[in-house]
C-alpha cells in the first residue's frame, strides 16, 4: 500500500476534522487559503490559527497517518537515545529523540513532519544504518520545548544526587511548571521510575527510616535494595510523587492511593500508587504496570504444552466458571487476561469487573469497583448480567454474595473467570464451602481450577551445571540412574545483576472437571479422594510443573523451594 500523497493527505486530514466535529467547513477554507500562501503543513496553519490545539492535531494526524502519536509532556527522558542525537541536530530538524531499544536496534524520533523523507534519511546517517528509525507524530511547539527540556540536564541518578547535594531545594518548582527540569529533585523522581521499568521491577518502594530513606525494588518476585538517600530529599521526593498522582500534598496523616501514568523507554506505563502513613514519615509504594507485558498472549506465557492444552480446552467451554488461585503477585491477573485475549472476537461481547482495571484492553468492557458509588463485585455482576454478556471476568471472589451472583451468571449460559486466594486447585472446594457455596451448586458448574506461582529462571548467560545429592535426587523424583541427570544451579554475571536469575514463568496446575470429579464434590469428598481421582486423570501438581521445570534446565531447586513445599516429595 503506497503512503499517501500531500494532496491525499490534506483531504483526509481535513476530512477527519470536520467529521469530528473539531473544525468547520469555513474554518477549514480559512486554513487552506493561508496554507497556499505561506506553504506551510495545514496542521500547523490550523494551530496557528487556534482552530484546534497542537493535542488534538497530534492525534489527529496519528490516525489518518496510522503512526504512533507521542504527548512528550509525559514523556522521560531517555539518556541513550539523546546522546545518540545532539541538541543542535534536534533544533535543526524540529525532532526529539524519545528512546532508544538496544536489543531491537530502534530509535524512536518524535517529528512535526513524519513524511519528511529527507530529515529522516539525515538522522539515518548520522546515528548508523543499523539502526531502525521508528517516527511518532508530535505537535512543533511540544518538540521545541522538549528539547528545551531533555538537553542540558543531568538525567541519570548519580549525576542528579550530586547536583542536589551542591544545591538548594526549591519546593515551589516541584509542582508542573513551565522550567520544572531545571529542578534536581524532578528529575530524580522520573530518572528512578525510569530505572525501575528498565530493570523490569513490578514494585517501586520509598521506604523513611530514622536517618536514610530506602529505596528497594520488587524484581522478578524479590525486593531487592538499589540505594538509600539522605533523609533531607524525603519530604521534596513526596511532594513531587504526591503532585504527579494528584493525591493531597498537605494530608500526610491517613493512607491515600493514586494512579500516574508516563512514557518510558516509548511505551506507555502505568504506576498505582499508595501511600501508607509510619513512624518515620510517609511510606509510598508505586506498583508498575508496564502495558508492553501486562498483556500477554496465551502462547507466550511459557507454559508446558501439555497445561496449555488444558487451558485451551478450559476455555472451549461455553459456560461455567473457571477459577485461578494463588497467593497475591502469583501472576493470576496476567493468566485471566490472556486468556480472555485468546478468546476475544467480535462475535463475543466480554466484560469485567475489576478492583481496580489494571490493563486497558480493546474490545472488552472493563469497570472499576466503586465503593463510593456502591458498586461492589455482587452488585457489578448483578448490572452486567443485564448487559448481555457471553463472557465475564469477576475480579476476586471474596464472601457469599459475589460467589451466589457468579454461581448464578455460570448457571445461566455465560462463561464467568474469576480469582479465589487458596493454596492449590484441589483445595478450592473446602474454600468455597467455607464461603457458603452448595455442592449442589458447585456440581456442573466449575469448568476447571488454576492454581499458579511465579518461580524465576536462571540466567541463561551464567547458569552452572551441577550433580545432584541423594536428597536433591528424592526430591527430583531419580532414585534411579541419578548420575546421568545434571540439574542448573544459579551464580551471577553482569548480565543479570549477579542474582543468577533473569525473568519468571508461571508454575501452573490445572484441574480440569470431569464427571467422576463432579460426584466427589457433590459428595464432599475430602481432599485425599479428589486427589487421587484428579492424578487417576493425569493432573499434575505445582510441585511436578515444578520439578519439570528444574529437570528442563530453566530454574533451580533453590528457587523451587523457596516458592512452593517439596517436603511432602520426601515422606
Known amino acids: 500500500m503506497n503512503a499517501p500523497t500531500a494532496i491525499d493527505l490534506k483531504e483526509m ?60 509532556s509525559k514523556v522521560i527522558p531517555d539518556m541513550v537515545a539523546l546522546d545518540l542525537i545532539e541538541k543542535e541536530i534536534a533544533e535543526r530538524y524540529i525532532i526529539v529523540p524519545v528512546s532508544f531499544d538496544d536489543e531491537e536496534q530502534r530509535l524512536k524520533i518524535a517529528m512535526k513532519n513524519v513524511s519528511d523523507l529527507m530529515v529522516l534519511d539525515r538522522v539515518h546517517a548520522l546515528v548508523g544504518r543499523k539502526i531502525e528509525l521508528e517516527p511518532m507524530v508530535a505537535g512543533e511547539g511540544e518538540i521545541k520545548k522538549a528539547i528545551d527540556q531533555f538537553y542540558g540536564y543531568e538525567l541519570s541518578v548519580d549525576g542528579i544526587l550530586h547536583e542536589i547535594e551542591t544545591g538548594e531545594i526549591d519546593y515551589r518548582s516541584l509542582d508542573a511548571t513551565e522550567d520544572e527540569y531545571s529542578q534536581p529533585l524532578v528529575r530524580l523522581v522520573d530518572a528512578i521510575l525510569a530505572d525501575a521499568v528498565k530493570r523490569e521491577a513490578s514494585d517501586i518502594h520509598f521506604e523513611p527510616e530514622e536517618g536514610f530513606l530506602r529505596l528497594r525494588y520488587r524484581v522478578d518476585g524479590v525486593l531487592r535494595q538499589i540505594r538509600s538517600l539522605h533523609k533531607d530529599y524525603w519530604s521534596a521526593i513526596v511532594v513531587r510523587l504526591k503532585v504527579m498522582c494528584l493525591m493531597n500534598i498537605a494530608e500526610t496523616r491517613i493512607p491515600q492511593d493514586g494512579r500516574l501514568s508516563l512514557q518510558v523507554q516509548g511505551h506507555r506505563v502505568d504506576f498505582r500508587v499508595s501511600a501508607q502513613p509510619t513512624t518515620h514519615g510517609e511510606n509510598i509504594v508505586l506498583r508498575v504496570l508496564d502495558r508492553a507485558k501486562g498483556i500477554v498472549p496465551m502462547d507466550d506465557l511459557g507454559i508446558h504444552e501439555d497445561t496449555l492444552n488444558e487451558l485451551k480446552m478450559m476455555m472451549a467451554r461455553p459456560e461455567g466458571i473457571i477459577l485461578v488461585t494463588g497467593p497475591t503477585g502469583s501472576g493470576k491477573t496476567t493468566t485471566l487476561y490472556s486468556l480472555l485475549n485468546y478468546v476475544k472476537s467480535e462475535q463475543v461481547n466480554i466484560m469485567t469487573l475489576e478492583d481496580p482495571v489494571e490493563y486497558p484492553m480493546d474490545m472488552i468492557r472493563q469497570t472499576s469497583v466503586n465503593e463510593v458509588a456502591r458498586m461492589d463485585f455482587a452488585n457489578g455482576i448483578r448490572s452486567m448480567m443485564r ?77 552452572q551445571k551441577s550433580d545432584p545429592d541423594e536428597i536433591e535426587s528424592k526430591l527430583l523424583g531419580l532414585e534411579v540412574e541419578a548420575s546421568k541427570h545434571s540439574i542448573y544451579e544459579a551464580k551471577g554475571c553482569e548480565k543479570c545483576e549477579n542474582t543468577g536469575y533473569r525473568g519468571r514463568v508461571a508454575i501452573i496446575e490445572a484441574l480440569r472437571i470431569n464427571n467422576e470429579l463432579d460426584e466427589q464434590i457433590a459428595k464432599r469428598a475430602t481432599l485425599g479422594e479428589l486427589k487421587a481421582t484428579a492424578k487417576s486423570t493425569g493432573y499434575m501438581t505445582l510441585a511436578d510443573d515444578a520439578i519439570r521445570c528444574v529437570l528442563e534446565g530453566k530454574t533451580s531447586l533453590t528457587e523451587v523451594s523457596r516458592v512452593i513445599d517439596l517436603t511432602q516429595r520426601l515422606m
Open 387 to 463: 448487559q448481555d454478556p457471553d463472557i465475564i471476568l469477576v475480579g476476586e471472589i471474596r464472601d457469599e454474595d459475589t460467589a451466589d451472583m457468579a454461581f448464578r451468571a455460570a448457571m445461566t449460559g455465560h462463561q464467568v473467570l474469576s480469582t479465589l486466594h487458596t493454596n492449590s486447585a484441589i483445595g478450592t472446594f473446602p474454600r468455597l464451602l467455607d464461603i457458603g457455596v452448595l455442592p449442589d451448586i458447585m456440581t456442573g458448574n466449575i469448568i476447571g481450577v488454576i492454581s499458579q506461582r511465579l518461580i524465576r529462571l536462571l540466567c541463561p548467560h551464567c547458569k
Open 13 to 72: 486530514l481535513g476530512q477527519q476534522l470536520i467529521e469530528k466535529g473539531l473544525v468547520t467547513i469555513d474554518q477549514l477554507d480559512i486554513a487552506l487559503t493561508e496554507q497556499k500562501k505561506n506553504d506551510r503543513l495545514l496542521g500547523e496553519v490550523l494551530v496557528g490559527l487556534g482552530f484546534v490545539s497542537e493535542s488534538i492535531m497530534r492525534d489527529v494526524l496519528s490516525q489518518v497517518l496510522g503512526i504512533a502519536s507521542v504527548d512528550l
